[in-house]
């Protein structure tokens, strides 16, 4: 016994020395052995006091249902003897995690099945976990934190909202200052559409200068929906006003405007007594004026102002006051509008509109509008096909065609019949349209042929006076030279007989100026005239003398107009010299063109050749010239014998121009030249109601004629233009397209002439979540998928330079009836709504709100319709609408009934909504606050006011003479800090110590210099000592 006794001794000692060893090594390698042993603290250096501990707490990818990895960890804090900062990981300890709701309940969040809480080496500690099914809202990710050093917690801000969709609705979109304003919201989870019920949200209420006047929390209630009510002052600023709702990233928002307003009494209706008018037809509007009550305004007058739109130009009569402006009610306030005949010329499809306005005995207006459609046919047709809207010529082409009526009535179940236009022997191919009027062919159009596209007529603006006068004065005249309002008014008066000479304005420059003055003699006749050397002044100037001005006194005018081409035809020449040079020719053959252009006929609208040429001899020491006219042979296309004779006479006072006197002085004289001039006029086009010819459109393409019969009548014939196309490397065609969740899809693969290479074995079609694959049947080129049982939304194949695409509509289709329990009420009456709502044809519940405003506010703001709420379903992408109408929002909210019209709109569907995931991922961090400094900020002050009331008191008792060096305020430094210890207050800093001057950092310290400290001067000794040397130095 005693052998094994000490046996056990050597092996304790042994152990202690080992121990020991360890332990000295440990502390050789600079490191603080008990911090380590004790605390679980690796520092180099022990601490100067204690140690202060923060936790942190970091996750990513935190979702409800979904588990994400979460860390926690701890951190000490201390400073060493010499005050460096002293920071590790507390390598030792235990956590918990809670979730915190908004009022502040902590519920503990376990850790996912087998998992548990792993450190790393640096004392970081993860575990999993997976939040739970809560409701949305601000939630705290609480993390509890246990190790030596105490327990602490840290709270990371996690709201959870799933993606939604919100739409705010206002109770009406016009409010006078005063009002009360009511909206409501409803809150859609963005995955299913479903209610967010409670969800958490604030309204925002912001007036026109951008200033927010109203701003709650208001939680969704049941079925999603939030409501609430703002009152407008009185001194309400006017404008535009937003309500928005907020909720977790989603919002929504509604405008509304404010300003002063009268409900209007009177109501004006007015509408085309038929839905489209056609060639040849006399339109007519039929309307009525009424009060808001029902009561005839009787024997009143309605002014319509008229305006078009469309390519085809209505006759310029029309729009320059031909249609009718003003007609006037009969005694049960009806009116009745007939317009001029639509011209044999009409082209495709334009509009007419009028602005149309009534007013009662009191003047009070009231405004409306009417269109009417003009129609070159009764029947029209778009098309959609899957090649670029276009046809491939020898392939078998899928077409979809709408026809509808040209107002756009649909024609259901309609007989289409499509025929080449250019095939008189072509019997043409038919189909029935579906529910929306889309039928489908297949089509090989053969070769491409030339189109002609007819072109549309032109209407020429009549041009206005060529003649306006520009200034007048009269310097003889005593009005500080305006000439008399008499005189304006007889050269006004006068502008008629100038406009002949405005042929002497080129075309091509379009406008001139022309200046002159005149001396009036008191009887009016014209005395003298200077300035007038051009033609065009003196065309202008020959005419005023053959006119004069009225009698009077004598006056001296200065004259100025403004010419304008009168758009007369013109006159073109080709000049071959025989001999000699043409100089001078050009000038004095432009001047005498120019007056002959009164010769041609006004309405010229094709080039003519002069039936007759110019000869020209001239000679060295003559300024005249030798002229005559030599008939020539022309074509049916030639100037009339009377214009002939008159072009003869003006060009019999050529004159060449007078020599320059640059050859006065050297004595140049032209030199002897024949030659010869042949003539041609031509229209000046948009001149005298001259059009420019139109040129038809033609281009290769196929022009289809296509007639519909509807209920066993001949609904017309239309025409529809088409152009090539070419066939992809691969296309895909599913079938359904509007399919059924559990239903049976087929996806053919149809190859074109540049595909090169082999089939894909398998195609993937995603639906939601799904991913279904299945392998391609190489007999048939297909492959068929079957849908979730549960799926609704858009399906579309993926890993195929192809697209197809398949939509599920939601199987839940509401419908909401809101009828009044009688068809009018007394003023006062309470009325009585039955509302029903019904779920997939049953009865069901469903969350109805009801706005009710007078009819009439809708002349002053527009009112929303039942479809107000469409957009919080996700539409598709389209490059542009199927026919014109029929979008992506149409599909998505089963508007669309028929199979070959949803198979046309999925045609233009360029990219589906994206899938929205049920929870956003997020991202959550925070760490426990630590501020030393804080901490040492208020028992600091604490002894600083003990410390000064101290040196107060010694001022006053101390012996005369006695000064407070640097040791007295220590020791008074001192005194203060126990006596504020003795009455409980704290005198350390952030890490347990107390606080010595020595300890303090300067800006703390310089507040302890007996300088600032002592209020007497003559109590500091006049040996001044660095007061911060000295605490470095004495270290008290």
């Not at 045609?907 to 589906?912: C, G, I, N």
């Amino acid at each position: 016994m005693t052998g094994g006794i000490q046996r056990r001794r050597w092996v304790a000692g042994g152990l202690g020395l080992l121990l020991l060893g360890g332990g000295l090594a440990y502390v050789a390698s600079g490191r603080c052995l008990s911090a380590w042993m004790f605390q679980g603290v690796d520092v180099t250096a022990c601490p100067d006091g204690g140690f202060r501990q923060t936790v942190s707490v970091a996750a990513n990818g935190l979702a409800r249902g979904a588990s994400s990895q979460v860390g926690v960890w701890a951190e000490a804090h201390g400073v060493d003897a010499k005050g460096r900062a002293l920071k590790a990981y507390v390598g030792r300890g235990t956590a918990a995690l809670f979730l915190v709701d908004a009022a502040g309940k902590e519920s503990p969040l376990p850790l996912d099945a087998n998992g548990r809480w792993e450190r790393n080496d640096q004392g970081l500690l993860t575990a999993p976990v997976t939040l739970p099914q809560v409701p949305d809202g601000d939630y705290r990710l609480r993390a509890r934190v246990t190790t030596p050093l105490g327990s602490d917690t840290v709270d990371a801000s996690l709201p959870l909202y799933a993606p939604a969709r919100v739409r705010v609705l206002t109770d009406r979109p016009l409010y006078e200052p005063g009002h009360r304003v009511r909206f409501r919201a409803v809150a859609l989870r963005a995955k299913d559409l479903s209610p967010l019920d409670g969800r958490p949200g604030t309204w925002k209420v912001t007036d026109p200068d951008g200033e927010v006047v109203l701003e709650e929390r208001a939680p969704a209630g049941p079925w999603g929906v939030v409501a609430g009510e703002f009152p407008l002052d009185r001194g309400a600023p006017t404008g535009t006003w937003t309500v928005a709702w907020t909720s977790g990233g989603a919002s929504g928002s509604e405008s509304f405007t404010v300003e002063p307003f009268t409900l209007p009494r009177l109501r004006l209706e007015a509408t085309s007594s038929r839905p489209f008018w056609r060639a040849n037809d006399t339109p007519e509007v039929t309307g009525q004026v009424s009060y808001a009550s029902g009561a005839p305004v009787a024997d009143t007058d309605v002014t319509l102002a008229w305006s078009h739109a469309g390519a085809w130009p209505p006759p310029t009569e029309w729009l320059r006051g031909e249609l009718p402006t003003k007609a006037r009610t009969d005694a049960s306030g009806r009116f009745r509008v007939t317009l001029p005949r639509v011209p044999q010329d009409l082209r495709g499809q334009a509009t007419l509109s009028a602005r149309v306005e009534a007013k009662d005995a009191t003047g009070e207006p009231v405004r409306g509008a009417v269109s009417l459609l003009l129609s070159e046919d009764a029947l029209a047709v778009s098309s959609v096909t899957e090649l670029e809207d276009g046809l491939v010529a020898g392939f078998s082409n899928r077409v979809y065609l709408r026809a509808t009526t040209a107002s756009g009535r649909v024609l259901p179940g309609a007989e289409v019949t499509v025929t080449r236009a250019w095939d008189p022997r072509d019997k043409g191919v038919s189909a029935v349209a579906d529910e929306d009027g889309v039928a489908a062919f297949q089509l090989d159009p053969g070769p491409a042929v030339n189109v002609v596209v007819p072109p549309l007529p032109v209407r020429v603006q009549p041009r206005p006076p060529p003649v306006s006068l520009v200034s007048s004065r009269d310097l003889l005249g005593a009005q500080g030279g305006q000439a008399s309002l008499e005189d304006q008014a007889a050269l006004e008066r006068l502008l008629p007989v100038l406009h002949p000479c405005a042929r002497f304005v080129a075309p091509s420059s379009g406008a001139s100026m022309a200046e002159f003055a005149v001396r009036v003699g008191a009887s009016g006749q014209v005395l003298d005239v200077t300035g007038a050397d051009e033609a065009l002044d003196a065309c202008m100037a020959s005419a005023m003398r053959a006119k004069g001005l009225p009698a009077g006194r004598e006056r001296m005018l200065q004259l100025r107009f403004q010419v304008m081409d009168a758009g007369l035809p013109s006159m073109r020449w080709n000049t071959e010299v025989a001999s000699g040079d043409e100089r001078g020719m050009s000038e004095a053959l432009t001047a005498a063109a120019l007056d002959a252009r009164a010769c041609l006929p006004p309405t010229l609208d094709r080039v003519v050749a002069v039936p007759a040429a110019l000869t020209w001899r001239r000679w060295a020491d003559k300024p005249e010239l030798a002229l005559s006219w030599v008939p020539e042979p022309t074509s049916e296309n030639a100037l009339s014998a009377t214009a002939l004779a008159c072009v003869k006479e003006r060009f019999a006072r050529i004159r060449l121009p007078a020599s320059t006197q640059a050859e006065l002085l050297t004595g140049r004289r032209p030199s002897e030249a024949m030659g010869v001039v042949r003539f041609s006029a031509q229209p000046t086009y948009g001149g005298n109601g001259v059009p420019r010819p139109p040129q038809a459109t033609v281009f290769l393409g196929y022009e289809l004629k296509v007639r519909a019969k509807w209920d066993g009548q001949d609904m017309g014939e239309t025409k529809l233009v088409l152009r090539p196309a070419s066939l992809p490397p691969l296309r895909l065609r599913a079938t359904p397209v509007l399919a059924k969740a559990g239903e049976s899809v087929k996806v053919e693969l149809l190859r074109g002439p540049g595909f090169e290479g082999e089939l894909p074995r398998t195609l993937v079609l995603v639906a939601g979540q799904a991913r279904l694959k299945e392998m391609v049947d190489p007999a048939t080129r297909s492959v068929r998928f079957t849908l979730p049982q549960d799926f609704e939304g858009w399906a579309e194949v993926e890993g195929v330079p192809a697209s197809a695409r398949v939509y599920v509509a939601p199987r839940a289709a509401l419908s909401v009836e809101v009828s009044p329990d009688k068809p009018a009420y007394a003023p006062g009456e309470l009325a009585h709504l039955q509302v029903r709502t019904r779920v997939d044809g049953k009865d069901g519940e469903a969350a109805v709100g009801l706005f009710g405003v007078d009819e009439t506010l809708a002349q002053l703001a527009p009112l929303p319709g039942a479809d107000a709420l469409d957009g919080l379903r996700p539409s598709p992408s389209v490059a542009t609408p199927a026919f014109g109408v029929l979008d992506g929002q149409a599909l998505a909210m089963g508007r669309i009934r028929g199979a070959n019209a949803a198979a046309a709109a999925l045609l233009r569907v360029t990219a589906v909504p994206a899938r929205e995931d049920l929870e956003t991922p997020l991202t959550a961090h925070a760490t426990s606050p630590f501020l030393p400094d804080a901490e040492l900020t208020e028992p600091f002050y604490a002894v600083l006011t003990e410390l000064h009331a101290r040196t107060r008191k010694w001022e006053e008792t101390a012996p005369a003479g006695e000064t407070l060096d640097p040791a007295g305020l220590a020791r008074l430094w001192a005194e203060s800090l126990a006596a504020c210890e003795q009455r409980g207050q704290k005198v350390t800093d952030a890490f347990g110590r107390k606080l010595r001057l020595s300890r303090l950092p300067e800006d703390l310290l310089a507040l302890t210099d007996p300088r600032a400290v002592v209020v007497n001067g003559t109590r500091l000794p006049e040996d001044v000592v660095n007061w911060g040397a000295w605490v470095a130095q004495e270290a008290p």
